[in-house]
C-alpha cells in the first residue's frame, strides 16, 4: 500500500510539472478561440472577407484589431469599411467594387491600407469608390471606368520596375473626384488618366519624385488624355511637379498653384481664370502639336 502512494504521489507530482511546462495542454489554436477583427453593429467577425460576405446593403463594418485579406474582396452592395486606427495588409489581395457596388473606405487617425508593390491596394470597375479620412496607403488605386472619389487621406508607392509605374492613382474612363489628401509618386504619375473620362480636383497636394521609366524625367503630378471628349476641372491643389493635360474637350483652370510647369495640349478648349503658375512666365505653356 505504502508503495502505491508513493507511485501516484510521484505520478501526480510528474503531471503537475508537464502541465506547468505545457506538455499536457492542447495547441494553442485549439484551446483559444479564433481572434475576432470586426463588427457589424454588436456581432463580432475573424475575417474582414466574412463581414462584407454576411454584411447588408448600407451596413458600416469596423476593424477592432489589425488583420490581413487571405484572398480578394469584391463588393456588390453600398457598404462602409471603417478602419477604425487599425492596420489592413492586403498580402497581394486587393478589395474592389464591382459595377453594382458603392464602396467607401474611411478611417480615423493611425489607420493604414499597405498592399504589394504589384498590386492595387483598392480598386472600382464600373461601380462606386470613396476614400477618406485620415488613412495612410502604402500602395496605388485603380480605377475602370468606375466613379472615384478620394475626400483625404496620404497615397504613397515608390515603383521599383517599369511595370509598377502606371500610377499612384491610375483612372481609366469613369469620374474621377479629388477634394483632398496628399498624394505622393516615386518613378511614377501620382495622378494618372490616360484615357478619357472627366477629372475634378478640388484640393490636395501633388508630387512626382524620383525619375519616370519612360522619359526619365521627374515624373508628373497629373497627366490627362482625354482623347477628345474628357472634362478637366481644377478649382484648387498644389502641384509640385509638371502638369500635362493632352486632347481634353475642355480644360477649366480657376485656381491652385503649379510650382513647375502646366502644358495644355491639343485641347479644344483652355478656360485659365485663375490659379498660380510659377514657370514660363507666370502662365500655362498652351500648344498645338
Same mark, same amino acid.
Given at each position: 500500500?505504502?508503495?502505491?502512494?508513493?507511485?501516484?504521489?510521484? =505520478?501526480?507530482?510528474?503531471?503537475?510539472?508537464?502541465?506547468?511546462?505545457?506538455?499536457?495542454?492542447?495547441?494553442?489554436?485549439?484551446?483559444?478561440?479564433?481572434?475576432?477583427?470586426?463588427?457589424?453593429?454588436?456581432?463580432?467577425? &475573424?475575417?474582414?472577407?466574412?463581414?462584407?460576405k454576411e454584411a447588408k446593403k448600407g451596413a458600416?463594418?469596423?476593424?477592432?484589431?489589425?488583420?490581413?485579406?487571405?484572398?480578394?474582396?469584391?463588393?456588390?452592395?453600398?457598404? =462602409?469599411?471603417?478602419?477604425?486606427?487599425?492596420?489592413?495588409?492586403?498580402?497581394?489581395?486587393?478589395?474592389?467594387?464591382?459595377?453594382?457596388?458603392?464602396?467607401?473606405?474611411?478611417?480615423?487617425?493611425?489607420?493604414?491600407?499597405?498592399?504589394?508593390?504589384?498590386?492595387?491596394?483598392?480598386?472600382?470597375?464600373?461601380?462606386?469608390? &470613396?476614400?477618406?479620412?485620415?488613412?495612410?496607403?502604402?500602395?496605388?488605386?485603380?480605377?475602370?471606368?468606375?466613379?472615384?472619389?478620394?475626400?483625404?487621406?496620404?497615397?504613397?508607392?515608390?515603383?521599383?520596375?517599369?511595370?509598377?509605374?502606371?500610377?499612384?492613382?491610375?483612372?481609366?474612363?469613369?469620374?474621377?473626384?479629388?477634394?483632398?489628401?496628399?498624394?505622393?509618386?516615386?518613378?511614377?504619375?501620382?495622378?494618372?488618366?490616360?484615357?478619357?473620362?472627366?477629372?475634378?480636383?478640388?484640393?490636395?497636394?501633388?508630387?512626382?519624385?524620383?525619375?519616370?521609366?519612360?522619359?526619365?524625367?521627374?515624373?508628373?503630378?497629373?497627366?490627362?488624355n482625354g482623347a477628345g471628349i474628357g472634362n478637366?476641372?481644377?478649382?484648387?491643389?498644389?502641384?509640385?511637379?509638371?502638369?500635362?493635360?493632352?486632347?481634353?474637350?475642355?480644360?477649366?483652370?480657376?485656381?491652385?498653384?503649379?510650382?513647375?510647369?502646366?502644358?495644355?495640349?491639343?485641347?479644344?478648349?483652355?478656360?485659365?481664370?485663375?490659379?498660380?503658375?510659377?514657370?514660363?512666365?507666370?502662365?500655362?505653356?498652351?500648344?498645338?502639336?
Amino acid at each position: 500500500m505504502k508503495r502505491w502512494k508513493q507511485f501516484w504521489a510521484k =505520478t501526480l507530482f510528474l503531471i503537475v510539472v508537464l502541465a506547468a511546462a505545457g506538455f499536457l495542454l492542447p495547441p494553442a489554436a485549439e484551446c483559444q478561440a479564433a481572434k475576432k477583427v470586426c463588427t457589424i453593429g454588436s456581432k463580432s467577425y &475573424t475575417s474582414l472577407e466574412a463581414a462584407v460576405k454576411e454584411a447588408k446593403k448600407g451596413a458600416s463594418i469596423k476593424l477592432t484589431a489589425n488583420t490581413s485579406l487571405s484572398k480578394n474582396i469584391e463588393v456588390g452592395k453600398k457598404l =462602409t469599411i471603417d478602419l477604425n486606427g487599425m492596420t489592413l495588409d492586403t498580402k497581394k489581395k486587393m478589395i474592389w467594387a464591382n459595377k453594382k457596388g458603392d464602396l467607401t473606405i474611411t478611417g480615423k487617425a493611425k489607420s493604414q491600407v499597405k498592399s504589394h508593390s504589384d498590386y492595387w491596394a483598392a480598386a472600382v470597375s464600373d461601380g462606386k469608390l &470613396t476614400l477618406a479620412g485620415q488613412i495612410t496607403w502604402t500602395g496605388a488605386v485603380y480605377s475602370d471606368n468606375g466613379e472615384l472619389t478620394i475626400k483625404n487621406g496620404t497615397f504613397k508607392k515608390t515603383a521599383a520596375t517599369e511595370e509598377q509605374a502606371s500610377g499612384l492613382i491610375l483612372a481609366v474612363g469613369g469620374e474621377l473626384t479629388i477634394s483632398g489628401g496628399t498624394f505622393e509618386a516615386t518613378n511614377m504619375t501620382a495622378i494618372n488618366c490616360p484615357s478619357a473620362g472627366s477629372l475634378t480636383i478640388s484640393g490636395g497636394t501633388f508630387t512626382g519624385k524620383g525619375i519616370d521609366f519612360d522619359t526619365d524625367e521627374v515624373p508628373s503630378a497629373l497627366s490627362y488624355n482625354g482623347a477628345g471628349i474628357g472634362n478637366v476641372t481644377i478649382t484648387k491643389g498644389t502641384f509640385s511637379s509638371p502638369v500635362d493635360i493632352y486632347f481634353a474637350n475642355i480644360v477649366k483652370i480657376s485656381g491652385g498653384t503649379f510650382k513647375k510647369s502646366v502644358y495644355l495640349v491639343n485641347n479644344s478648349k483652355n478656360k485659365i481664370t485663375g490659379g498660380k503658375f510659377s514657370k514660363n512666365g507666370g502662365k500655362p505653356v498652351i500648344t498645338k502639336l
